[in-house]
């Protein structure tokens, strides 16, 4: 049974850092796609980082790009999404997702690929 729980979320100041954490169960995290997706209030979810299958190939939303960076440890079975430099704009209930689908020289990162979800963290970046 697939599952994926997040954990790291909280509450942090404008321009300090978290570290999301998505603990992977029932599959091996190099052998799918993963993602970060987040939603904040009145919004719709929006992609925030993928790595792809095999390579990891990453992608970045320009909206976070040179300040969040997605890994994936495969000892641990575990992906992280660091994020430094935050914005009070980057509040949002943060989700991790996994997929079997893409190949393993690409990444998806739209979430009608996604058919596994974690149940979601809130992060609140106060100004």
């Known amino acids: 049974q697939v599952q994926l729980v997040e954990s790291g979320g909280g509450l942090v100041q404008s321009g300090g850092s978290l570290r999301l954490s998505c603990a992977a169960s029932?599959?091996?995290?190099?052998?799918?796609?993963i993602a970060w997706f987040r939603q904040a209030p009145g919004k719709e979810r929006e992609g925030v980082s993928c790595?792809?299958?095999?390579?990891?190939?990453?992608y970045y939303d320009d909206s976070v790009k040179g300040r969040f960076t997605i890994s994936r440890d495969n000892a641990k079975n575990t992906v992280y999404l660091q994020m430094n430099s935050l914005k009070p704009e980057d509040t949002a209930v943060y989700y991790c997702?996994?997929?079997?689908?893409?190949?393993?020289?690409?990444?998806?990162?739209?979430?009608?690929?996604?058919?596994?979800w974690g149940q979601g963290i809130q992060v609140t970046v106060s100004s």
């Open positions: 029932g599959f091996t995290v190099d052998r799918y796609a």
């Open positions: 997702a996994a997929s079997a689908a893409g190949t393993y020289s690409d990444y998806v990162c739209g979430p009608d690929d996604y058919n596994y």
């Open positions: 790595i792809g299958r095999g390579a990891g190939i990453r």
